[in-house]
């Protein structure tokens, strides 16, 4: 089995900045892709931002320049520099992951950016 944890959402002003990490431990291999999603209430999951093995990331547009994702292989971990935040960044930020074929998720974290 593969855990995946998510770490750092909590209650901002908007212009703020929160920093997310995901830590995935149990039966790894090598991990994949590595992404961060959201999701409000009642609305699709929306991808926020990608990462490969090799570095190579991708954002959604309402994000880039204020978002930065990163990643440590070494450490199985994830990050997510979110700088400029706005209240409609405000949502649940999930953790995401892929190793030998399998997606796992983690359980969300909340963000709230209050105006």
């Known amino acids: 089995q593969v855990q995946v944890v998510e770490s750092g959402g909590g209650l901002v002003q908007a212009g703020g900045s929160l920093r997310l990490s995901c830590a995935a431990s149990?039966?790894?291999?090598?991990?994949?892709?590595m992404g961060w999603y959201r999701q409000a209430p009642g609305k699709q999951r929306e991808p926020v931002a990608t990462i490969t093995r090799g570095g190579i990331t991708n954002y959604a547009d309402s994000v880039k320049g204020r978002f930065t994702i990163s990643r440590d292989n070494a450490k199985n971990t994830v990050y997510l520099q979110m700088n400029s935040l706005k209240p409609e960044d405000t949502d649940v930020y999930y953790c995401?992951?892929?190793?030998?074929?399998?997606?796992?998720w983690g359980k969300g974290t909340l963000v709230t950016v209050s105006s």
């Open positions: 149990g039966r790894i291999f090598i991990i994949g892709t």
């Open positions: 995401a992951l892929t190793t030998l074929g399998t997606d796992y």
